[in-house]
């Protein structure tokens, strides 16, 4: 069976020299999704990191993992039953804190889906439904559709990592906005997710 990891680099090589050197120099793609995981509970993870160094977002969410030594994860009844200050107290803000309870009560109620359901979903129907919640935005769906439900050709163009990572890839001045970087994603179909996986490691020069 081909693999889609090396199949999409090489694919990506073949776009140009600045593509083609650059995968050269990082090597295989070592993209490694989490498909164990639930999308409530990925949402739940990504909040903790939203807008934060990844040391800030490990740190808050071993805390909250901390309030539930039973689980590996708690359950959404467990953290609606959990005090909102205990909340707090691991770092989160009062506005991630509703966010949280939002997703928790979210998938009691159904709007998120499961594992399963949530596979048989098309890109655009799931961010549509998942960014309805409050403090869910484009780029946290995008993740969880990277990393959770595996899927090859997502280009989060809002994320700075990825609109930097092409601007010195290609020696550009200035960043491409996000329209004209969801214009560039479509010469990276249907790979547009291994692209980002190199985006996010262009040095800076």
Same mark, same amino acid.
């Given at each position: 069976? !081909?693999?889609?990891?090396?199949?999409?680099? *090489? %694919?990506?090589?073949?776009?140009?020299?600045?593509?083609?050197?650059? +995968?050269?120099?990082?090597?295989? /793609?070592?993209?490694? !999704?989490?498909? =164990?995981?639930?999308?409530?509970?990925? &949402?739940?993870?990504?909040?903790?990191?939203?807008?934060?160094?990844?040391?800030?977002?490990?740190?808050?969410?071993?805390? %909250?993992?901390? &309030?539930?030594?039973?689980?590996? %994860? !708690?359950a959404p009844e467990q953290i609606l039953a959990t005090?909102?200050?205990?909340?707090?107290? /691991?770092? %989160?803000?009062?506005?991630?804190?509703? *966010?949280?309870?939002?997703?928790?009560?979210? *998938?009691?109620?159904?709007?998120?889906?499961?594992?399963? =359901?949530?596979?048989?979903?098309?890109?655009?129907?799931?961010?549509?439904?998942?960014?309805?919640?409050?403090?869910?935005?484009?780029? =946290?769906?995008?993740?969880?559709?990277?990393?959770?439900?595996?899927?090859?050709? +997502?280009?989060?163009?809002?994320?700075?990592?990825?609109?930097?990572?092409?601007?010195?890839?290609?020696?550009?001045?200035?960043?491409?906005t996000r329209k004209q970087m969801v214009e560039i994603?479509?010469?990276?179909? !249907?790979?547009? *997710?291994?692209?980002? #996986?190199?985006? #996010?490691?262009?040095?800076?020069?």
């Amino acid at each position: 069976m !081909p693999d889609p990891l090396l199949q999409a680099r *090489t %694919f990506l090589a073949g776009l140009d020299a600045d593509w083609a050197r650059h +995968i050269e120099a990082v090597g295989p /793609c070592l993209h490694q !999704p989490k498909p =164990t995981r639930e999308p409530y509970e990925a &949402l739940v993870r990504a909040i903790a990191y939203q807008q934060l160094h990844a040391r800030a977002g490990d740190a808050i969410l071993g805390r %909250f993992l901390g &309030l539930y030594a039973q689980a590996a %994860f !708690p359950a959404p009844e467990q953290i609606l039953a959990t005090d909102v200050e205990q909340l707090r107290a /691991c770092g %989160f803000s009062a506005s991630k804190v509703a *966010t949280v309870r939002g997703i928790a009560e979210a *998938t009691l109620s159904g709007v998120v889906p499961g594992y399963e =359901t949530a596979r048989a979903m098309d890109d655009a129907a799931l961010i549509e439904r998942l960014s309805s919640l409050r403090g869910i935005g484009r780029w =946290t769906v995008e993740m969880l559709l990277i990393y959770s439900l595996e899927r090859l050709d +997502i280009l989060p163009a809002d994320d700075f990592g990825v609109r930097e990572g092409y601007r010195r890839l290609k020696g550009l001045e200035q960043q491409p906005t996000r329209k004209q970087m969801v214009e560039i994603g479509q010469a990276l179909r !249907p790979y547009r *997710t291994v692209a980002a #996986w190199y985006l #996010w490691r262009v040095p800076t020069r």
